[in-house]
């Protein structure tokens, strides 16, 4: 398993990081080393510890054993300090439907003490940004699901975190508003933001700089996506994805 | 400004955008206690007329017919049965065939001629709090209407002394109503407030608020101060009803009842968080809510006296805030009394408001496990 290339800093690194459910492992002492302002891919099948993953990072849970840095910062030790710098979108969005795009913005932003001037600066350059201009004063119920995907990225941007999780971000919407949300993303990385992000896309994974690939809970691959194909021995990175999935002895 | 204070204001900001926007929530809010009130309140009312009376006439003159017939038309009473004696009576209250007696002694006719003040009894079956009310109520409209002599100004002529048997503890008038503001108020804060909660953590967006910085205090106080309002308004609601259609007293001071309201609301909405944590969705916490209703109203003192209660029942009592606050309500509504009287009480809803808000916010973990 290669380590990353260059000697760039790193934004997330995880040492051992385990976690149990009873008797359930769900992630089993992953070592994970993200640079910082790449897209990382963290790919595997459903079940195998992609979100449980990312909660312990985000600090939502505790790991069992292990330890992780985000920013620099250990996630188990100073879980406060950390939610600062981070930015999280879920899988459901959490978005409230009664509340407009602009109170989204605003509730968000002022979570993070980007309030008065400040504050509504932030909110107009994300509604500008992300051309929610006409949309402003729409409740989010009203939404459509790429429009709501594109608002759950500003709410998990809005105080411009360092290190960006998105947790399988582009379920369910279609095509056009993937592409566009891909777009976004890469704009986000071309400023300097790392972003971990979950998918079991395949052609997603291809636009990640570096990947990780999970299965069961521990760690099978990891490096750029041509490197995995070369370390799975598999033709393609989907070749690489079903071959794994074959291995799993039918329960 | 303190810096760590802003994710509270965001959260308070928009706990107050969602609720002016959830305009049905709100409406029910008011408007189902508004009903509740009115459909009790009227209950109450058919309840406490016409209260199958037995008449033991010893006196048996024109006096004592006239008095009979006034009680009558109070509409509080409805003769059932004339009796030969004072056994019969307790036999028939006993089998609860009726509620009140009215007793004509012999000397009713002197004493009214004699210009003594002359007495007749209404006995009534008070294990009933409102068969009491009715008959205290009867009992003294009669007196201040029946006039034998005919003479408009002339002093009462005659005293209707009401016994309240099974239940000599009777002490208040309007015995239900000040308790269906207490009733009320707790239902609605611990329900809406757990399922506001747990609406957050159905739809993802707790999972979402625990990734910003915004601690756990703040988080929880966002929940509660909106409601708080609620609460108050409610709480007006009713009274302002009680007042107007069935002229609930209001004897005490009302700025002393809205204070001390006030650990009691916070408490409330405290047992709402806490039942937030217990449960996963928005249909269980409806249903914790209904079942720890119960309690409150048998247990409380709301409907039973609670001196009439087992002992083990009236221990389980003093674990309810509804016990402390109905104390409060009947004291300051019913019996006017003030702060010197309820401070007890003061103290024991400050007590539970702190014990049972720090419990939530600790069982409340920043995490999803």
Known sequence: MSLPATSAPLAIVTRGLHKRFGELVAVEKLDLAVRRGDIFGLLGANGSGKTTTIRMLTGLMPPTAGTAEVAGIDVVREPEAVRRRLGYMSQRYGLYDDLTVEEHLRFYAGLYGLVGAEGRTRVDQLISDLDFTPRRRQLAGTLSGGWKQRLSLACATAHRPDVLFLDEPTAGVDPA??????????GLSAGGTTILVTTHYMDEADRCQRLAM???GRLVAMGEPHEIIVQLGQPTLEDAFIALQEQEPVA | MNVSRWPFWAMLRKEFIQMRRDRLT???MVGVPAIQLVLFGFAIRTEVRHLPTVVLDEARTRESRELIAVLVNSTYFSIVAEVQGRDEIRARIGRGDAAAAVIIPHQFTRDIKRRRSAEAQVIVDAADPLASQAALQGAAQAGLAFRPDARPF??????????PWYNPMLDSATYIVPGIIGVLLSMTMIIINSMAVVRERERGTLEQLIVTPIDRTSLMLGKIVPFLLVGYVQMTVVILLGRVLFDVPLRGSIPLLYLLAFPFIVASLGLGLFFSTLVRTQAQAMQAGF?????????????????????????????LPLTYFLEVLRGILLRGVGIEA?????????????????????RFQKTLE
Request: charged letters at 15%; aromatic letters at 12%.
């Open chain 1, 214 to 216: 999970l299965w069961r």
């Open chain 2, 154 to 163: 002339a002093p009462a002529a005659v005293t209707l002394k009401v016994r």
């Open chain 1, 177 to 186: 508003a993937r592409r566009h949300f891909w777009q976004m993303i890469r």
């Open chain 2, 342 to 362: 309820l401070w007890p009480e003061l103290l024991t809803l400050c007590a539970f408001a702190i014990i049972i808000v720090a419990l939530s916010v600790r």
């Open chain 2, 26 to 28: 709100l409406g029910l």
């Open chain 2, 291 to 319: 079942l720890f209703i119960m309690p409150n109203i048998l247990l409380s003192g709301f409907m039973f006296p609670r001196a009439a209660m087992p002992e083990p029942a009236q221990w389980l009592g003093l674990a």
